[in-house]
């Protein structure tokens, strides 16, 4: 703090807005539906949602990568969750849009069929997933919680899991190669 004019420096100015802003999203999160389920990813790796838009294929990529946009000059992978969930493809749609999250300092793209709204879920309202069934256990791999919200439920993601790493370094690799061509 400034002993003269009482205020703080630009620096301490800066890290006090983004301790705040941090404690403004501590238990916020971006709920959305795939199908039938209602899932949320903490608000904090969203960045933005944008409307979906025409992707670039990626040749001999998993089938969950669909390919790749170009957002305003940057080049970024895009996902379909439901895809990655192993559920049936939807056709696009209308309502279809594309979150935009920030995992691991990689920029990657969601398709996600319908973005539902912002809750606080509290720790206390955060359980973990059950263990049923083998057919659960492909989607509870990138669950990591389960939240309640009034009575209902959302699915908490964990977007490292929901993204492994070797998927990021082939998609990094090929957004790299793409960023002087044009996509």
């Known amino acids: 703090m400034d002993a003269i004019t009482g205020l703080n420096s630009p620096t301490e100015q800066d890290e006090s807005n983004a301790s705040n802003e941090h404690d403004a999203q501590k238990g916020k999160y971006m709920t959305f539906k795939l199908g039938s389920e209602h899932f949320a990813l903490k608000i904090q790796y969203v960045s933005e949602i944008i409307c979906f838009q025409?992707?670039?294929?990626?040749?001999?990529?998993?089938d969950y990568i669909k390919g790749l946009i170009n957002l305003r000059g940057k080049i970024i992978p895009v996902i379909d969750v439901r895809l990655r969930f192993k559920q049936e493809p939807l056709e696009y749609n209308d309502r279809t849009c594309i979150m935009v999250i920030?995992?691991?300092?990689t920029v990657v793209g969601l398709i996600i069929e319908k973005i539902a709204e912002v809750v606080e879920i509290q720790e206390e309202n955060i359980l973990p997933?059950?263990?049923?069934?083998?057919?659960?256990?492909?989607?509870?791999?990138?669950?990591?919680?389960?939240?309640?919200?009034?009575?209902?439920?959302?699915?908490?993601?964990?977007?490292?899991?929901?993204?492994n790493d070797a998927d990021l370094s082939a998609m990094e690799q090929t957004s790299d190669q793409n960023e002087e061509g044009e996509v």
């Open 54 to 62: 025409a992707i670039t294929a990626i040749p001999d990529t998993e």
């Open 102 to 105: 920030n995992v691991k300092s």
């Open 129 to 163: 997933p059950p263990r049923v069934g083998k057919a659960d256990k492909m989607q509870n791999k990138y669950v990591y919680g389960i939240g309640k919200v009034g009575d209902t439920v959302k699915l908490l993601l964990d977007p490292d899991k929901l993204i």
